[in-house]
C-alpha cells in the first residue's frame, strides 16, 4: 500500500516470486521465498491423506483472492499436520509459513509477525542458521517488519539472508535475487535511493544474464528500476521502463495474462503520477474490464484498479463517478478483506478524500478518523502511508476553520516524517510548509 491518500497506486500483486512475473509497486513489492514443495525426510511420517490437498487448496484460493477459504484451509491444513507429524517437522513448519504468509495478505500483520517468528526460531533450531528454510522464514519476516513500517529492524534481517544466500546458494540462485531485490526495495521506502539503485540495475542484469530480456522475471526486476526512477525524479527515464514492460508481455505472456494486467496498471499510475489525467483514466478502465474478465469482479487487484480509477477521476473532478466506484471497492473490501485491513483502510481514505472534496465535511471526517486508527494500529502512525492520510485529513480541519485541531496534527506529521522519512523527500517539505502555515 502506498500514497493512500493522495496518488494512484501501482500494482500490488500478491506474494509471487521473481520467476512468476512480479510487477512491483512503487514502494516496492516484496517477494516471499516459499517452501511449498516440501523437503524428503530422513525418517518420513505418514501425513493424514488430506493434508496436502488442503494445501494445495489454500494455496490456490489464496492466489484466487479467496483469503477467507483459503485461511481456513491452510489452518485445516496446519492442525492436521501438528497433530500427526509434530509442532517441528519441517512440512508442519512449511504449513505454519504458508499461514503467516496468507496473514500478510489479509493484512493482519501482527498476527503474521508472530507466525514468522515462530517458524524461523523452530527452523533456526532444527535445521540451522544456514538452511535455506531458515533463510526464507528470515526474509519472509523481514517483509512483514517493512510492512508494519520497522524498516531499521527489517534491514538488517534483508542483509542478514542476503549474505547467507549468497554464501551457500550462490549469487545467481532465484531466492538471492527475490531477497536481493527485498533489500533495494527497502532501501528504497528509506530515501536511500543512490544505494538502491546499483542493487536493481545488480539484479536486472543477473537475470537477464540468467532468463533472458523477455523472462517475466527480468520485466519484474525493470519494473521495480522503473519505480526507482520515479521517486528519484527521473520520470522520462521511469516511462520508458514501464511502457518496454507492458509491450513485452503483452508480446510474451498475452493481452490478458494476469503479469500483463500488473503492468498495465503500473503504466497507468505512471501516467497519473506525471499528471496526464486522461491518459491515465483510459488505461485504468481498460485495465478494469480486463481484469474484471479474467479474474473476476471481486478479485483483490480488479477491486485496487477501481480504486485507484475513483482516484483519477477525483483529481478530474468527476466527483459523483469517482464517489460511486470508492463507495463500491470500500464495500467489497470490507466483505472480502474485512474492515481492518489495510487496503480497506486504505480506500476509506480514498473515499473520504471524494467526499471533501464535494464539500461533504461531515462525511469525510469519520472515515478519516477510522483510517487513521486502523492504521495506526495495523502499521504504526510514524508509516509513510498513516501521515500521508493524516495530512489529508488536517487539509480538511483546516479548510473547515479547525485550526487548533489542524495545527496539532500538523506537529504530529512533522515529528512523524523525522522518524519515516529521508530529509529532503517531498512529503517531509510538504509536511513542513504545512505546519509553517498554521503558525
Known amino acids: 500500500m502506498n500514497s493512500l491518500s493522495r496518488s494512484a497506486r501501482l500494482a500490488r500483486a500478491g506474494r509471487r516470486s521473481l520467476a512468476g512475473g512480479l510487477a512491483a509497486a512503487v514502494v516496492g513489492v516484496s517477494l516471499l521465498v516459499s517452501c511449498h514443495k516440501k523437503p524428503s525426510n530422513p525418517a518420513p511420517v505418514a501425513a493424514a491423506p488430506n493434508a496436502d490437498d488442503l494445501e494445495t487448496q489454500g494455496l490456490s484460493l489464496q492466489k484466487k483472492g479467496d483469503y477467507s477459504a483459503a485461511e481456513k484451509a491452510l489452518r485445516q491444513c496446519l492442525a492436521e499436520r501438528q497433530r500427526t507429524l509434530g509442532v517441528e517437522h519441517l512440512d508442519t513448519l512449511v504449513a505454519l509459513s504458508n499461514l503467516a504468509n496468507l496473514l500478510n495478505d489479509r493484512g493482519r500483520l501482527a498476527e503474521a509477525e508472530t507466525l514468522n517468528r515462530q517458524c524461523l526460531e523452530a527452523r533456526q533450531r532444527t535445521l540451522g542458521a544456514d538452511h535455506p528454510h ?24 534483508y542483509r542478514q539472508a542476503l549474505d547467507s544466500m549468497r ?23 528509506r530515501g536511500r535511493y543512490p544505494a538502491a539503485e546499483p542493487l536493481y540495475r545488480q539484479l536486472v542484469a543477473a537475470l537477464e544474464k540468467t532468463a533472458g530480456s523477455d523472462d517475466p522475471a527480468t520485466l519484474a526486476a525493470r519494473g521495480n528500476l522503473a519505480n526507482l526512477l520515479l521517486r528519484k525524479g527521473d520520470p522520462w527515464a521511469a516511462g520508458t521502463l514501464y511502457t518496454e514492460c507492458f509491450e513485452t508481455r503483452e508480446r510474451v505472456q498475452g493481452p490478458n495474462h494476469p503479469e500483463t494486467l500488473l503492468a498495465l496498471s503500473n503504466l497507468a499510475a ?25 479474474l473476476g469482479a471481486d478479485h483483490p487487484e480488479t477491486l485496487a484498479t477501481v480504486e485507484n480509477l475513483a482516484r483519477t477521476l477525483t483529481n478530474e473532478k468527476s466527483l459523483p463517478e469517482a464517489e460511486s466506484l470508492a463507495r463500491a471497492s470500500l464495500a467489497a473490501r470490507e466483505r472480502i478483506l474485512g474492515a481492518d485491513h489495510p487496503d480497506t483502510l486504505g480506500n476509506a481514505a480514498t473515499l473520504a478524500n471524494v467526499l ?51 495545527r496539532r496534527l500538523a506537529y504530529e506529521l512533522v515529528a512523524g516524517a523525522r522518524v519515516s522519512l529521508p530529509e529532503g523527500t517531498s512529503d517531509r517539505s510538504k509536511y513542513d510548509h504545512f505546519l509553517t502555515s498554521l503558525q
Open 134 to 157: 531458515t533463510l526464507a522464514s528470515l526474509n519472509n519476516l523481514a517483509i512483514v517488519l517493512r510492512g508494519r513500517g520497522n524498516f531499521a529492524a527489517a534491514e538488517p534481517l
Open 167 to 189: 554464501r551457500t546458494l550462490g549469487p545467481s540462485h532465484p531466492d538471492t535475487l527475490s531477497c536481493l531485490n527485498n533489500l533495494a526495495n527497502l532501501l528504497s521506502d
Open 270 to 294: 505512471f501516467e497519473f503520477e506525471t499528471g496526464r489525467l486522461p491518459e491515465a483514466e483510459a488505461l485504468y478502465r481498460k485495465c478494469l474490464a480486463r481484469r474484471t474478465a479474467v
Open 356 to 406: 471533501r472534496d464535494r464539500g461533504d465535511s461531515a462525511g469525510a471526517a469519520p472515515l478519516y478518523q477510522r483510517a487513521i486508527a486502523g492504521l495506526g494500529r495495523s502499521i504504526g502512525r510514524t508509516h509513510p502511508d498513516t501521515l500521508g492520510v493524516i495530512y489529508e485529513y488536517a487539509v480538511l480541519l483546516k479548510s473547515t476553520g479547525r485550526e487548533v485541531a489542524a
